[in-house]
């Protein structure tokens, strides 16, 4: 089956096309408007658009329409859906659609976790129409992509503070390139393109183990003989099925308009990724969420099922979501780009030193967002960047600014050239080399014309990193033209500015290997943070530094703040709860009922062979019987264990520090048995067959 991404990109979107085709023109106009600068909504235009809207849906098959929406904390949007029938006067049923359907929705809002912003009691909650996110027809839904408020006016989603940082970093970057002579930019845009990484295993595996239904990750599993470390599957050919279904995910995210463009096998067994071409960072958010969502939906139309969780086997790599992220202005400068000879380019000097700072100031924030529950298992073990966040500035700029912190004059200042890849084959093409190595090891790199924040979980909105980091430039901005504005001699000024402020933040630069141990004790003594556990990280959420930026800029309220704090906190000790639950039911419904049974069937045959002939050897039989029956013992008295404490934890810090440890002492004498018992008696599939058989 072959498409013509041509001919189907877009297909199912109301875009700017089909509002071109179908609305009158002046409403097409207000709406170019409205989706590029915003402003007021009004009933009359959204009756007119409602009406185009709902006649294209129809068109499309579609029979019900839906406010598309993003809680905070839950991955996949949330969406209730409405039919179009109405039933008028005459009692003839029509599809009813008005402007104040398209504008506005009132879900009970009271069953999402608020974080102690309203009780039960009080819970309305209010989408309200992004009117620059296009609507789309998906499964026969018109769906309406919303940002979602509560009565009194608090965000309850990933998406409303996220706009409102764009709002701030564009305000900031305006002010900032003026400075630099730039005065035609009118908007600073942030750009993001997330790289998703998932895997994909065989349904009828996923359904028979309880804890990947229950928690998204294994929680038992003795490792297959081969893992990753033949690195094989990298990159590797894609086998039939799987090549058959990421056909299938491209063509339907090509329909909604998201250009997803590299697929490929990742390091893992059964990993794969795929990453579409950077947008708007609201745009990004809206089709990261889409992208999970088809990834999870066709998995299942193909009779297999995606993990999307950070860490669903132990003992091989999990998965990140690498979010490449930029700011540039509408007049086509990327502020990140350093151009031919950086160490001369002063408005990219002054970018990066607010980054610098802005990075350092806010690394523990960083590190909250980006993660989550199921992220503690990949900072820092090996596979993922460590919980320490520095900046990889990579050759050139390494350079330069270690030449700046050094004191070296701004005329003097170093710039190694980018050079070619001459690979000595006359046959083969010099190319020209990137301006910087990789470095997979570090959390927050430079990439030629963007960072790479590669902390991000795979389950997990962007909303909130790229809220973030849209704000904390927003605020350096904003200090560094405080500062420079109105400078008598502007260029010595910003000279000045650059080495002060990249001398104070320098800590948080490193260029080495961000995997080694020598790394940790290093940035210990720089005094940066290394919190292991998302539990001791969540607090930024509401330290001073976070408070006073988004205070400052109108990004988020001390209430809003506080809320997500505790969401985040509640959701640790509710995931983990259940995690501990799910090993507490599959150690007593599953493992012990199936070792009992394998420990009698080794006793029968013990007595059967001696029954037969009395002198025969069954010390074989007996070694197997007598480590089988101690690791049974030891496996009731670890569940007796979890069972005893889960009942005597709340906090998020308690399930941390009291519930992670037993259940880890369960696991270990049943992954033990694992590698014992026969696989007749076994009771779930294996690490080997949901990694290798798919
Ligand atoms: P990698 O080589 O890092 O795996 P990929 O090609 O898988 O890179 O993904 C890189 C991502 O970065 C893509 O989504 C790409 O569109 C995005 N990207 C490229 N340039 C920019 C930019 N200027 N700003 C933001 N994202 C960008
Ligand atoms: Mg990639």
């Not at 929705?105 to 999402?112: L, Q, T, V, Y």
């Not at 102690?116 to 996110?133: E, F, I, K, M, P």
């Not at 579409?276 to 297999?304: C, Q, R, W, Y």
């Not at 973030?468 to 200090?479: P, R």
Request: charged share 25%; with cysteine; hydrophobic share 40%.
């Amino acid at each position: 089956m072959s498409v013509n991404v041509a001919e189907v990109f877009g297909q199912d979107v109301f875009n700017e096309a089909v509002m071109k085709e179908r609305l009158p023109e002046v409403t097409y106009k207000q709406m170019l408007k409205l989706m590029d600068e915003g402003g007021e909504v009004t009933l009359e235009l959204a009756d007119i658009v409602a009406k185009a809207m709902k006649e294209w849906a129809i068109e499309k098959g579609a029979t019900h329409y839906t406010h598309i929406f993003q809680p905070y904390i839950v991955s996949i949007g949330a969406e209730k859906h409405d039919s179009f029938a109405d039933i008028p006067e005459g009692g003839k049923i029509e599809n009813s659609f008005s402007g104040k359907d398209l504008m506005m929705g009132e879900p009970d809002a009271s069953s999402f976790p608020s974080g102690g912003l309203r009780a039960t009691c009080a819970a309305r909650g209010y989408t309200a129409w992004d009117v620059a996110s296009p609507a789309y027809v998906k499964d026969g839904i018109l769906c309406i992509p919303t940002a979602f408020c509560s009565y009194t006016g608090d965000s309850l989603d990933t998406k409303t503070p996220l706009l409102k940082s764009c709002d701030a970093v564009s305000k900031a970057g305006v002010r900032f390139v003026r400075m630099f002579g730039n005065l035609d930019a009118k908007k600073v845009r942030s750009y993001v393109g997330p790289e998703q990484e998932y895997f994909i295993i065989n349904r009828e595996n996923y359904l028979r183990r309880p804890d990947l239904v229950y928690a998204g990750r294994t929680l038992f599993g003795a490792p297959a003989p081969k893992g990753q470390e033949m690195e094989d599957q990298y990159f590797g050919p894609l086998k039939t099925n799987i090549a058959e279904f990421m056909a299938d995910v491209d063509e339907q995210l090509w329909k909604l308009g998201i250009t997803v463009k590299t697929q490929h096998n990742e390091v893992a067994p059964g990993q794969h990724e795929i990453a579409p071409i950077f947008a708007p960072s609201d745009a990004a958010l809206d089709s990261n969420f889409l992208v999970m969502d088809v990834l999870k939906s066709t998995a299942t139309e193909h009779g297999l099922a995606c993990l999307l969780h950070e860490k669903p086997f132990a003992g091989v790599n999990g998965s990140g979501k690498h979010n490449n992220w930029s700011l540039g202005t509408d007049n086509g400068v990327n502020l990140f780009k350093p151009g031919k000879e950086p160490n001369k380019n002063l408005q990219f000097l002054l970018v990066l030193a607010c980054l610098m700072e802005a990075v350092k100031k806010h690394s523990l924030l960083l590190r909250a967002v980006a993660s989550n529950t199921g992220n503690d298992h990949r900072l820092g073990a090996n596979e993922a960047p460590p919980a320490i966040i520095s900046i990889y500035m990579g050759d050139q700029l390494g350079e330069i600014v270690d030449a700046i912190v050094a004191g070296v004059p701004f005329d003097e200042l170093p710039c190694s050239h980018v050079g070619v890849l001459d690979l000595g084959v006359s046959t083969l093409p010099v190319l020209p080399k990137d301006p910087t190595d990789r470095n997979r090891t570090s959390p927050f790199a430079f990439t030629g014309n963007r960072f790479e924040f590669r902390m991000v979980a795979s389950s997990v909105s962007i909303g909130d990193a790229n809220t973030v980091m849209n704000s904390m430039m927003a605020e350096a901005f904003n200090k560094a033209c405080d500062a420079l504005e109105g400078a008598e001699d502007f260029e010595k000024a910003t000279i000045d500015y650059i080495y002060k402020v990249m001398k104070e933040n320098k800590d948080i630069v490193f260029n080495g290997d961000g995997y080694s141990d020598e790394w940790v004790v290093e940035a210990e003594k720089r005094g940066l943070p290394n919190m292991k556990t998302i539990v001791d990280a969540i607090p930024a959420y509401t330290s001073p530094s976070t408070l006073e930026m988004f205070e400052k800029l109108g990004v988020m309220t001390e209430r809003e703040l506080t809320a997500r704090r505790e969401i985040k906190l509640e959701e640790y000790a509710g995931l983990i709860n259940i995690e501990a639950r799910t090993m507490i039911d599959m150690a007593s419904k599953l493992y012990i009922p199936a070792v009992i049974s394998f420990v009698n069937s080794v006793a029968s045959s013990m007595s059967t062979v001696k029954g037969a002939y009395a002198q025969a050897d069954t010390s074989a039989q007996q070694e197997i019987l007598v480590k089988a029956s101690s690791l049974l013992a030891e496996t009731q008295k670890a569940l007796d264990d979890l069972k005893e404490k889960v009942e005597q934890v709340s906090t998020a810090k308690e399930y941390h520090d009291i519930i992670l440890p037993a259940m880890a002492a369960l696991r270990a004498p049943v992954d033990e048995l694992e590698t014992i018992v026969d696989r007749e008696h076994w009771p779930v599939p294996t690490y080997g067959e949901m990694m290798f058989e798919v």
